[in-house]
């Protein structure tokens, strides 16, 4: 153990050699203890929140621990799993994220020798501290704690005023103190309270006199704790000089202390001046936080390689792990439609019908189950395998489906394909839509409307009145008049033939033969509550595929019965004389001669009662088959 008390003699007999010895320990308690030949990196796990682009924070030093200022994306090379191809990255921005500083005064009788200036250790360690608060850096947005062994002076104040304020009117007890590590210990445990910046540092500044055995054995077990956090150790032993020689127990262990956590270890034995604090906090003030485009494109766990290098001088390099999960995007279709229903229509009285609707609006909806969104590269849709619609650009959410090719009734796939910035890309489920296109019933006087047939009629009737007129002309025109007393143009008698007038044939009149609307091959005759048929109301069926319901835009043959659902049941015409009914699902059901009619259907004789909820129908042929007529036979009895 030293002695706690000055040696006069020594300071008389061997002065001389004693400043050299005071110099000699000063240079070497005063070099951090994290020198290095090389410059260290610490790198955080990417944050993937703004995917594809991944963030993560730099902390980089020289061997000589000062921080590497400035850092230059042509610096740095980012490997992703190994990859041969660096990336740069698309920013570096320098951030001052604060920092904890918890002074951790440990007091005891030591503090009280003298020192320079006529001062006690204490006095001159306290007024370093003051000096260091009255010229810190303003608007540093640190925190300051206090501690004095089990005693919480100041706690989380982001105040340096009140920090200063508690270190003046900071006066323990020092004669009756006993030196231990509560101060050290209890900072510690300030150290893994949530600071409202994660990025912090923590700074630990203990001011400590030379403690016993039994605690001297303790600091291994705080130093291993101290890296465990992430807290820097800075040291500040009042002790005499030859205190490394004579307490190498404690001097190592303190210094173990430092290099595990990043600090340094000061030895104050009063004829020398302690360190500007400021010189050590600058080098751990800052940060760099790197931004960079990934080329990850699959989920997993992936690897991030960092290098720092100057030109052909590699400065550092560190490596870290990180999970990303990266997911194809999810489209899905909004409101799809069952049915489409294309009927004749015209606008004006004078223009043709025509088929409508022209198209159909679709729109989709974008999920990202990975919880990385990000932009579409392209949008497509997809009608029974053929693109009908693409968007490469905004909106990638609206199609349109042009439906005037649709001239016939069918069934038809419908189908969305998205692709996002990444290349991944996905479809939606197969969607079937059914298009009923209405059968137009022609007549002669329909071909009269179109422009071309007006056009070909009014040629016709200008040149026939063309024809007319000559001919009215050449019958008015007078007839040359023959000379009687010219003897080349009179009558030779005897010679003149008798002229016979024959009567024109009666004119027949032509008869006009009117087209007639072929009769339908089916039909459903309505009946009354009495089951007797409803003169002229009746359902013609004249397509192979016949839907009902009460809903216009899903049934192509509208009851309007409150117990008929919107679409309620099919009629297909599977061969002549061949039809199937099936129900779709509804609500007051499908019944044929008062036997319910499930969704796989039932064939349809002649003269069937059908009810469609409580609407009756009677089903009738055009041309039924004749009945069947019964064939008896008689049996003999057999001896």
């Known amino acids: 153990m030293c002695s706690h008390h000055p040696d006069d003699r020594l300071k008389q007999n061997a002065r001389p050699g004693l400043i050299l010895l005071l110099v000699l320990c000063a240079a070497a308690s005063a070099a951090p203890v994290t020198a290095q030949d090389a410059g260290s990196l610490v790198i955080t796990p990417p944050d993937s929140s703004d995917f ?21 994306p042509s610096h740095v090379e980012i490997h992703e799993d190994d990859s041969p191809t660096p990336i740069k990255p698309d920013s570096i921005a320098r951030l001052e994220p604060g920092m904890q500083i918890m002074l951790a005064f440990n ?38 704690d206090f501690l004095s062994g089990e005693q919480v002076i100041l706690s989380s104040s982001d105040q340096p005023e009140n920090w200063l304020l508690a270190l003046q009117d900071y006066s323990p007890d020092l004669m009756a103190s006993t030196p231990s590590l509560a101060s050290l210990t209890r900072a510690l445990d300030f150290a893994t309270d949530p600071l409202p910046n ?27 704790r101290a890296a ?9 032993l009042a002790a005499s000089a030859p205190t490394p020689q004579n307490e190498p127990v404690l001097w190592e262990n303190l210094n173990n202390l430092a290099a595990l956590t990043g600090g340094e270890v000061f030895l104050f034995h009063g004829e020398n001046t302690p360190p500007d604090l400021e010189s050590f906090l600058s080098r751990h003030r800052y940060l760099y936080q790197a931004a960079y485009t990934t080329r990850i494109r699959t989920s997993g766990s992936h690897t991030l390689q960092v290098m720092i290098r100057r030109g052909e001088l590699e400065l550092a390099r560190q490596e870290t792990s990180f999970d990303l999960k990266v997911m194809p995007p999810n ?18 009285r004078d223009q043709p019908s025509v088929l409508q609707p022209d198209d159909c609006s679709m729109k989709i909806m974008v999920e990202f189950p990975d919880g990385h969104t990000r932009s579409l590269k392209s949008s497509r849709l997809l009608v029974d395998g053929f693109v009908v619609d693409e968007n490469f650009e905004k909106p990638f959410d609206t199609f349109t489906w ?18 996002d910035e990444l290349g991944l890309t ?12 209405e059968v137009r019933i022609t007549h002669w006087w329909d071909s009269l409307t179109k422009p071309d047939v007006q056009l070909t009629i009014l040629v016709i009737l200008v040149a026939a009145a063309g024809l007319a007129g000559i001919i009215l002309l050449a019958r008015r025109r007078p007839r040359r008049k023959v000379k009687l007393h010219d003897p ?99 609500v007051a059901g499908t019944w044929v001669n008062y036997a319910p009619v499930s969704k796989l259907g039932v064939r349809l004789l002649h003269g069937d009662l059908v009810h469609f909820g409580r609407a009756s129908y009677r089903f009738l042929l055009a041309h039924p088959s004749p009945p069947v007529e019964p064939q008896v036979s008689t049996t003999r009895d057999v001896e």
């Not at 005897?494 to 091959?521: D, F, Q």
């Open 488 to 586: 080349l143009t009179q009558p030779v008698p005897g010679l003149e033939k008798p002229v016979h007038r024959v009567k024109p044939a009666a004119a027949h009149p032509t008869r006009n033969v009117r087209a007639g609307i072929t009769p339908p091959a089916a039909q459903l005759q309505r009946l009354d509550e009495s089951g007797h048929p409803l003169v002229g109301d009746v359902i013609e069926i004249r397509r192979r595929e016949t839907t009902f319901g009460s809903d216009p835009d899903q049934a192509m043959v509208v009851i309007p019965s409150p117990s008929v659902n919107p679409l309620h049941a099919r009629l297909v015409q599977l061969h002549e004389n061949d039809y199937l009914l099936a129900d779709a699902e509804s």
């Open 331 to 348: 489209p899905f279709l909004l409101s799809p439609v069952a049915s489409i229903n294309r009927t004749w229509t015209k606008e004006t």
């Open 198 to 224: 994660p990025l912090s540092k923590r700074v630990i500044l203990w001011i400590t006199p030379v403690l016993p055995q039994p605690a001297i054995q303790a600091i291994p077990s705080l130093a291993e």
């Open 228 to 236: 465990q956090i992430g807290v820097k150790v800075v040291v500040w």
């Open 52 to 72: 594809p682009q991944l963030t993560f924070i730099l902390d980089l030093h020289d061997s000589g621990g000062n921080f590497i200022s400035p850092l230059l």
């Open 402 to 419: 042009n439906l005037t090719g649709l001239t016939s009734t069918g069934t038809h796939r419908i189908q969305v394909e998205v692709e």
């Open 107 to 144: 007091p005891g009788i030591t503090m009280l020798y003298p020192a320079t200036g006529g001062q006690t250790r204490f006095q001159v360690l306290r007024g370093a501290l003051q000096t260091w608060a009255g010229s810190r850096p303003a608007g540093t947005p640190d925190t300051f």
């Open 426 to 437: 996905a479809s939606t489920i197969e969607t079937l839509v059914d298009v009923n296109v």
